[in-house]
């Protein structure tokens, strides 16, 4: 009897782990991962790799310290992309008050990237440096010969010291305005700004890196493009071959356009990007580009989403875009609701991109799943 009871007792729990394994994508829920806890992956990314997907991302805790980091950048593993078991902290915060990444710092939206020639697993992210706010501007990276990590942090730093951008002609690096002398949004600051007059005032000590993205082109030439200049501009930065430095070659995006939140991919030769604008951690309208070049110009698009919450983006804000892996030139769009008074308390929206006429196309679904590219 005792036998029985035990067989019953086993395909009883075997029936709960099946029917409780997920299916499809809910955006907006609660998002458990195979533990039964809600992800904590925010502002992340994903890396496909030997048939595993990895998704990175910020560990968040409750209460509004949490949006500082108090843990560092998690990591979860998935086959299908529904169901995702959590591998832990992967690059964790330090305990030295001295160190770049103590314990209260901010690390924002973390990308992890493979390096084919080197073997590695390299991470970028935001850094701000513990208790100044939002003044340290940096862009940091670090590496792992894993994807489960653990990895090492190398260095953070402002990109492009010294180096003006390949498409700012240089008469205007010779051109001195003070931006306290103009009055903000006004024709002629922002002239100015489209005039670089904010790479020119960190030209010594490098280019602001707020908001950021990592991408890798078909050559396996990778680059960091990320909010800079105040957030008002978007600068696109060339990465070293072992993608750990930067090579002096960059360009600006959009100009005074007041970007942030960058997704970048590619399909049938044409790059596109999607941002949002700038209103903290409130949604707003998003925005697409498209160009033939990774260095631009970029063409505007306009607002990808259609429907009902569209001008808020379905109340969610961009932060990566998936290839789906044996669908071709099929994309997830990724984004984040953010709350930031109890940010643990954060969803996911991941919607399927589609095309129409050259455009992007982000339409809301309460549900879908995989089958959605095979129709």
């Not at 060339?238 to 100009?255: I, S, V």
Request: charged share 25%; net charge neutral.
């Amino acid at each position: 009897m005792k036998l029985i009871y035990s067989i019953a007792f086993f395909f009883s729990l075997t029936t709960v782990a099946v029917f409780s394994q997920n299916k499809a994508f809910i955006p907006g829920m609660e998002w458990k991962d195979t533990d039964g806890a809600h992800i904590n992956a925010h502002g992340g990314g994903v890396v496909f790799r030997d048939g595993i997907y990895y998704w990175y991302g910020e560990y968040k805790t409750a209460g509004r310290g949490g949006n500082t980091a108090l843990q560092g950048v998690s990591c979860y593993s998935s086959k299908d992309l529904y169901n995702w078991k959590n591998e832990g902290i992967v690059l964790k915060v330090e305990n030295n008050p001295n160190s770049e990444i103590t314990k209260g710092c901010i690390i924002e939206r973390p990308k992890v990237v493979f390096n084919k020639k080197t073997g590695q697993y390299v991470m970028w992210f935001h850094l701000e440096l513990k208790n100044q706010g939002y003044s340290a501007a940096r862009a940091a990276v670090a590496v792992s010969d894993n994807p489960k990590g653990p990895f090492k942090y190398i260095k953070s730093f402002r990109p492009n010291k010294g180096v003006w951008p390949m498409n700012l002609d240089n008469k205007f690096n010779s051109v001195v305005i003070r931006a306290k002398r103009l009055e903000s949004w006004t024709p002629e600051w922002l002239t100015a700004v489209k005039n670089g007059m904010l790479v020119r005032s960190d030209l010594e000590r490098g280019q602001m890196s707020r908001d950021m993205t990592v991408y890798v082109d078909d050559d396996n030439h990778a680059y960091l493009i990320h909010s800079s200049e105040d957030n008002l501009t978007l600068h696109i930065s060339e990465l070293t071959d072992d993608y750990l430095d930067f090579t002096e070659k960059w360009a600006r995006m959009e100009p005074a356009g007041h970007n942030e939140a960058p997704a970048v991919f590619k399909k049938n030769g044409i790059y596109y990007m999607i941002t949002s604008g700038c209103t903290g951690w409130d949604p707003n309208a998003a925005r697409s580009f498209s160009s033939k070049s990774i260095w631009g110009p970029w063409e505007s698009l306009g607002n990808p989403c259609v429907g009902k919450e569209a001008e808020l983006t379905f109340h969610s804000q961009s932060t990566y875009v998936l290839p789906v892996q044996g669908k071709k030139d099929q994309f997830i769009f990724m984004a984040d609701r953010w709350k930031p008074s109890n940010p643990i308390d954060g969803t996911y929206v991941w919607l399927p991109i589609q095309f129409d006429k050259g455009k992007l196309i982000l339409k809301w679904f309460d549900k879908w799943d995989l089958d959605f590219y095979n129709n």
